[in-house]
C-alpha cells in the first residue's frame, strides 16, 4: 500500500462522510469491513476468536456495571468529523446521542479498541483521531503483552496521559467511576 509520502507530487483526494455515504449506498464496500479515518477508507482485518471474547466479555462486563445509565455501541460508527467516521470496538454513549433518525453519535466519554493485528494503528494514529475529537478517555486492550493501556487528557491532538495495566491490576474509568475492569477477566 502507498503512503501519501510515496505519491508526492501528486495530489491526494481525501473523502468526506457524505462521499463515503454515496459509495457505500452504490454497493463499493460490499462484502468488505471499511472506516473512513481522515479521509482515506481504510480496510479493518476481520475478527479472531481471542479479539472476539474480549469485546464480548467487554460488553457484558460494561453493561453489567453501567446498567440503563449508558448505551454500549460495539462496532458501530462514531462521526467523530467531516472526514472521520471510525468503528470502534466499544463506545459508551449517552442514550440522548442515539437518536434513530439522526447522523450517528459524535463523542463517547469512553471508548475501547481491542487490538492484536491492529496494534500500532491503535495506539497511533487512532490515538491521535480520538484526541484529536478531545474524546476523554480511550482504552486499547493488548492482546499481544496482556495489557490496558488508558490515554487521558486529550490536548492538541495528543493525549497527555497515557497508562499501562497488566496481569494482577484492575482499571477504573475516570470519566465513569462505577466502570472497573479487572486485565485477568480479559486474559484467560
Request: glycine share 6%; no cysteine.
Amino acid at each position: 500500500m502507498l503512503t501519501i509520502a510515496e505519491v508526492q507530487p501528486f495530489e491526494v483526494h481525501r473523502l468526506d462522510r457524505a462521499a463515503y455515504h454515496q459509495l457505500s449506498d452504490a454497493g463499493a464496500f460490499t462484502g468488505k469491513k471499511v472506516q473512513l479515518i481522515d479521509g482515506v477508507i481504510v480496510t479493518m482485518n476481520s475478527m479472531g476468536p481471542p479479539h472476539a471474547f474480549v469485546v464480548g466479555k467487554l460488553n457484558q462486563l460494561l453493561s453489567l456495571q453501567l446498567g440503563d445509565s449508558r448505551i454500549i455501541r460495539v462496532g458501530l460508527p462514531l462521526a467523530l468529523s467531516e472526514r472521520s467516521e471510525p468503528e470502534p470496538d466499544l463506545a459508551v454513549v449517552s442514550e440522548k446521542d442515539t437518536d434513530p433518525g439522526a447522523d450517528h453519535p459524535s463523542s463517547s466519554p469512553l471508548i475501547i479498541e481491542v487490538s492484536d493485528s491492529s496494534r500500532t494503528f491503535d495506539l497511533g494514529l487512532k490515538a491521535d483521531l480520538y484526541a484529536a475529537a478531545r474524546l476523554p478517555e480511550y482504552w486499547v486492550v493488548d492482546l499481544k503483552n496482556a495489557k490496558i493501556v488508558v490515554h487521558l487528557e486529550p490536548k492538541k491532538g495528543r493525549y497527555q496521559r497515557v497508562h499501562r495495566f497488566g496481569r494482577g491490576k484492575a482499571v477504573t474509568s475516570t470519566i465513569a467511576p462505577r466502570v472497573t475492569i479487572k486485565v485477568n477477566d480479559l486474559f484467560v
